[in-house]
């Protein structure tokens, strides 16, 4: 299983980016993928999950990125897609994509059990 991430990059605030998690391993559209973030010195931090096709692709969102962030996937392509709107400078960090063995797996990092390398996104003010 291997997970790219890509996508990142350098934007101003109120700006948008599309983040793509491509899977090759394995089939993303029959396990839960998420994308998370960290932050030099923090903790890491769920931003979005989606369950698989067949769960209903449900998705979920934290908090701080709601009504701003969507999480989706293509099938076809083996990629989940993460689009970023209304960037702000509190959303720079490094952006992670990852796998579940499981259907549906939350917002939780312990249930997802292969992870990509991650992609840089810097918001500036």
């Known amino acids: 299983v291997q997970l790219q991430a890509s996508g990142g990059g350098l934007v101003q605030a109120g700006g948008s980016l599309r983040l793509s998690c491509a899977g090759t391993?394995?089939?993303?559209?029959?396990?839960?993928i998420g994308w998370f973030r960290r932050v030099p010195g923090k903790e890491r931090e769920g931003v979005s999950c989606?369950?698989?096709?067949?769960?209903?692709?449900?998705?979920l969102y934290a908090d701080s990125v709601k009504d701003r962030f969507t999480i989706s996937r293509d099938n076809d392509k083996n990629t989940v897609y993460l689009r970023m709107n209304s960037l702000k400078p509190e959303d720079t960090a490094v952006y992670y994509c990852?796998?579940?063995?499981?259907?549906?797996?939350?917002?939780?990092?312990?249930?997802?059990?292969?992870w990509g390398q991650g992609t840089e996104v810097t918001v500036s003010s």
């Open positions: 990852a796998v579940s063995r499981q259907a549906v797996a939350g917002p939780g990092a312990d249930g997802y059990n292969y």
């Open positions: 391993g394995f089939t993303p559209g029959s396990y839960a």
């Open positions: 989606i369950s698989s096709s067949r769960s209903g692709s449900m998705t």
